[in-house]
């Protein structure tokens, strides 16, 4: 099938500007002024709007056994969400049970893929080292993922030490591939939980007091300085605060490739949320790293704006109401996540490109393409180019809407942005040439995703 | 006529992709896979090479009256060199002379540029201030300039003091114009040439003693401040030192839009050259700021990968040995300058993308396309699209040559490269379509060159 | 005469104990355990109070013309209110006036000064250069003054440029002397204060949006670069803002000896004060830096118990409300300047060692020691040791007094610490043996005050 | 009996003065000029020669059990060194067996200290964490000792994690005791020690190469987080790097209670030494952090100055020639450790005070005074006053000595500083009032020395 979007204002990270757009089957095939329509192409009107490269949300966890719980999104709910909202490709954490070698938890996970209406692809995560974990990451390489994540908090679960950091960027510098680190002293986290509960805090507000924002800084700190020991780059996920912006902006200025993704919601929301007098609202919000004073969030514009910071994620994590009541007397059992997956574009959006702090390359930039050059999976993903995946969200910067669960493709109840206004939303979203979401309603069915490989760079 | 560039990889700042590159007239009509040659169209093969945006100088000295003499190169065989390396498009300083409007300064550079083989644009020099300077400002940029030099040193002739800085960057803000600073604190340097000389020190070695990196560093931060109370934005040209790009990098990590620029030659030589015993190959040395220590080289380089700085210039103004040895008995009489536009791109792909420094898409990026950005001639220049002007180049990676002044257009008798091996070589150079050079040599004649008219960005 | 100070508590910089102290004449003879009083001697009780050296404002303005009036306090009564205040010695700034030649200028400070109640020193200022000035700097240095006072703001008057910067600083260091900056950047200041005006901003409010803080980080930065190439200490005066503490701090981590001044206003008083709907209060707040947001007060404090700021000083230049009225419609033209002799120790005593921010030796170092050890008339003042002054506080830290205008020495009729609440007070104050001030009135008659002379380091 | 030491220069921390010191058995009872002697006085003529405290060492390892063997100078021989040297007090670390409680770790350490020369302190190791830890140190801070010692390396024998940092130094806070670090990541050295030993690197230099400067930075950085968190002081021992330095001053700049301790070896030697290639040379040298660059002195000497690190210390434990020959196959065997109690002092007037970096008020305060106040033991320890320990050093600025392990008191064969020329050397020591060595010679008995119990500070 061929189709032919034309008359809009096609942007990508590196280029505003007048054109057409052609595509055949899944591919674009070409970009350029006045195309001619090839027989019996449908034509689109793009005209008065943006044609752009679908987004990519490179930090989601789909049907997350978490804190004893399952996230309410899966990956068929998940994926229609992000096409409901531009995004058409979703990077998952795969994360192995305890035990579990990483092989069968690739395996578990494509298992759970199969439902994905939109394309993903995975990180996997390092949650211990033992002789076997290199000869692993070298299989899961094989397999097409380049990415690994390690937890540096979550003590007793997911944590590791800086052993095994330091193992596992060094086998990440001899695969050619990217560690990614969740930043925070676990440690850390653990005694204040303890002595916050042990003092009688166990609403919401501990939640934020067992994670001020030192016990990022310090994690963050801590990786890249191992990171560059390794001698392999570094993915900061969630960076919240602007004391871990500056150690990434330093960092790079001496030369190491080292990545920051601040979350939509770090860029929006501040810590009051969690002394709201409802209980459930604030436990709503309880996600890891917690939100922050106002002040950290100039520090994180900055960092779009200046190309310090590369990438605006989500960490889509979405728990019910009933599950969040599951820490009702002890904030630290309150599942930590939100959604963010139909949010995130139109969010940035709003608050980013129609105030003047972006672009609208770098609103690009930051909701797609870094993220597939970053992990390598563009111009497949991230582009308008010829022979790229047609993955394209037409895009209405007149058009409003206020958020609301009410309407929502996400499973949840809530929404941490409701009653939001949003000016500028996709209107229509193509998933490798399929029309996939069309006025914030997902077309697509479960099962239309695929598995996007990502290769290794060259070792370091 | 009409041009089909096939078989290249085509790479940009954002992308690097094999397509062909078809060209009517002066403009891209089309890139993509496979494009069937128009009727009548000269087919050019590009297999086994690059092709990429015609290179952006952003800074240089043409015909310059600078220290009582006149540079050797003027618009036509600086232009001819910069095509011959890949340079189609240069920014040329345009400096008025003492008690001159800045109009007819302006219609002097015009006259000037008439020569010019290649295409040319300017930025206009602010060397004082009074009543009628913001008016000629806001003249200037109606006729397409919309960036203005400062210079911190040379006192008694072009520096201005922070009350002219304060002034003009508050015009830039509301012309929406990019001031751009020659950053040196010229009273220090002075005073530093004086004793220096009273001490008996005067050969070239005295230069740089009297322009020791904290001359840089003071006067960069000190624009960077002066920039962020004027609310605009700020260049930084030559920016040499490590302390300098730290104040650029961490200037933008809170948010200002602070760039700076690394010539080619502090990239690849170090102050040594002015302990050479032979005084004239020292005095071939001297230009502001001198050449600096190694250790300074290694934050230059971060710095472009990082993205912290964007441009590599090579303030091109060229003095024959005859004009350096105006300074025989006294260094601050030696011209400052040197040669460097037809090695600025040989020299940066050896040394950066040939050692994995820099991928190809980086070096387009700093060698054109983020020039062009900046100064907002995007994406006319420094762009492969539909609708961009034809300057291509096509780009050999294998080729190889050893860098010599007994081969080189520029009219002086010596180059500071002399000797260095190139990997890496401009095959063929398009000059909005035409074929500008071939094999290092200029095939245009003068007057062939056109000025790039720049619109000013949205006032702040 | 004889006196003998019994069962106090000794605090010096360097050292808390109970020790007795005792004095001949006007020189301290002994400092032990249990002395036995020599016939005749004078026997004062300080049990439950601690005895310490006299203050030393290193930093005041008496009868100084400026902006066109002449500042309240002479050199009697400003001497009286420092006596009164615990402070036995100050350090006055003097200031040649347009065409006059610092040996002059010292002459007519020293006929000013034979009215001091109090001891005194002066600071030359350097407001200009010219061929003779250096051979001024030595003549002054000869009469027993090494410091040497830079304004780099009040643009037209008092400022001068970074050539005489330079010059001066390279002087100072051949001569041993202590280059003392007011920084703030004088261009900026002059050009905020044109568009506030021309916009309509004539109050107090606009004093201080005309010197933001990166006015004085600049400038600070400035200096501190400059002082490093001309190879001197530098000393900053009324250090105000986080940015200009954290350059200080920078500087001294990496061997430079430079110094910084908080004021007692900058420590305590905020922003806020310019917003008083009484124009009149606003305006009694009007001086250069102006007060800070509250973000700037913490990192000051943390300065004076980390040693990287290391004197608090008052700025003293009063100025009544008639004269304050002078700016009623043009907030440049109201005289800068607050008293503060009298409350400096009392008010940081009370926020600062009743707090437990600072211990009685940090408040003994801070208030007297460290200045006299900078400005090198240590121990003959500062110290409480054989040989030393006897300028001697009893110190009675149960004591309270709410600060009020009504009883004060200063002669204008508003203190901005107006109603503050003290908790530590001066009980009794001695000026070389003599009882100089009691329960917070002076005791001794003009005249009485003796110059300081300080000889140079030295040279560097 | 009563001792007058008559005519010298009495050099304290604070001050520099002609003064006779009075002691009267083991206190000094008065300190005045041209005071009288008592009858029966013996009389000691410093004239020419300064006066000072006894020198402490806040850092040795005496008779300790480490890597399978004991260093070779027990207490005796060990503080017979130190007398000789002119330091008359050392803090040693008491360091558990696995498994063994503090109290009984302490009851081992006061039986091995029974046969000091010299005066000691002990600081506590704390290896572990159980129920009892917190307990337990209470218990030891009842015993005199306020300062506990954390490992961050030694992976497998006395390293400790996040956890155990955070427990111990919240129960710091409680207590009124501050933490000391040991600041390399532990991790990282392990990995990095398997990786050289696999690649055939089994020499000293590999010692350098496990250890790298991030090593240090890393681990430094992350104590002083967690300080911050825990609201407690922080004590970094054997600061060696630029980096480390830079993280002390900035956390002290913004208000943190940080120590930096520099050793006497860093200050002086670098990473050169483990490339000799004499191997026994070379692992004479091996301690840990290991010797670095030179560009990491100059910071370590600016911090002296500063302020911004306050104690110069040993790390003295000293291993034969024949110990270091357990490690000849592998660079992880070799016992870490040098001596240098003897040099100390003599080492850093040389290099600090003949050279101008320091005055004779900073030597006392880095060699004595600081050490004393931060760990409490001031002013009985580390000060010339009425009251005081009569610990003193007269000190003869004008004597010469070459440094020699041929006639050194220490039980090693060798002397990492062999050669070195010292100018000022301790003439005569007194410990306690008695003369304990005389021109390099220690003159008291095994079992003179006495236990030095050190309260807590107020608790935070
Ligand atoms: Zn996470
Ligand atoms: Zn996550
Ligand atoms: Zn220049
Ligand atoms: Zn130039
Ligand atoms: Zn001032
Ligand atoms: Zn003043
Ligand atoms: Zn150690
Ligand atoms: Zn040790």
Not at 70 to 91: M, N, P, Q, R, Y
Not at 153 to 160: D, N, Q, R, T
Not at 169 to 188: I, K, M, Q, W
Not at 396 to 408: E, K, R
Request: net charge negative; proline share 5%; aromatic share 8%.
């Amino acid at each position: 099938m061929t189709l032919l979007i034309k008359g809009g204002i096609v942007v990508t990270a590196d280029l505003e500007h007048r054109a057409d757009v052609l595509v055949d089957g899944e591919t674009i095939v070409a970009v350029g002024l006045d195309l001619d329509p090839p027989a019996g192409a449908e034509i689109v009107d793009a005209s008065g709007n943006y044609v752009m490269p679908g987004g990519i949300d490179p930090h989601t966890h789909m049907e997350l056994l978490f804190m004893g719980t399952v996230s309410a999104d899966d990956f068929e709910w998940g994926t229609k969400a992000a096409l409901a909202g531009g995004t058409t490709t979703i990077v998952d954490f795969c994360i192995p049970d305890p035990g579990q070698r990483m092989p069968d938890a690739f395996r578990a996970w494509e298992e759970k893929a199969k439902k994905a209406a939109g394309d993903y692809s995975f990180h996997l995560a390092v949650t211990g080292w033992d002789e076997g974990t290199s000869a692993d990451m070298a299989e899961i390489v094989s397999k097409g993922v380049n990415s690994f994540k390690h937890f540096m908090a979550y003590k007793g679960a997911l944590m590791v030490d800086d052993d095994v950091l330091f193992s596992s960027f060094r086998t990440c510098a001899e695969l050619g591939a990217t560690p990614l680190v969740h930043a925070e002293n676990g440690d850390v986290v653990a005694g204040l939980q303890a002595s916050l509960l042990a003092a009688g805090i166990t609403g919401p507000e501990g939640h934020a007091l067992s994670r001020p924002p030192m016990v990022e800084a310090e994690a963050a700190t801590r990786a890249i300085m191992i990171a560059e020991m390794a001698g392999c780059p570094l993915y900061v996920v969630h960076t919240s605060t602007r004391e871990a912006h500056e150690a990434i902006a330093r960092a790079r200025a001496r030369g190491l490739r080292v990545y920051g993704e601040p979350l939509i919601q770090h860029l929006l929301l501040d810590e009051e949320r969690y002394r709201d007098p409802d209980w459930l609202k604030a436990a709503q919000c309880v996600m890891s790293p917690p939100f922050r004073a106002k002040s950290h969030q100039d520090s994180l514009w900055a960092g779009l704006s200046a190309g310090s910071l590369q990438v605006v994620a989500t960490d889509h994590c979405s728990f019910t109401n009933e599950q969040k009541r599951m820490g009702m007397s002890d904030f630290t059992r309150i599942p930590n996540g939100t959604g963010g997956l139909q949010d995130r574009m139109r969010m940035l959006w709003t608050a980013g490109v129609a105030t003047g702090r972006l672009t609208p390359s770098e609103f690009v930039a930051v909701t797609s393409t870094n993220a597939a050059k970053i992990l390598n999976m563009y111009p497949r993903k991230g582009a308008i180019a010829p022979g790229a995946d047609a993955d394209l969200v037409i895009w209405d910067p007149a058009a409003t809407a206020t958020v609301s669960a009410a309407d929502q493709v996400s499973r949840i109840e809530y929404n941490v942005f409701e009653g939001f206004e949003c000016r500028g939303l996709p209107a229509k979203v193509y998933l490798r040439g399929g029309l996939a979401a069309e006025g914030g309603q997902p077309l697509v069915q479960r099962g239309t995703g695929r598995f996007v490989a990502r290769k290794p760079f060259a070792a370091t």
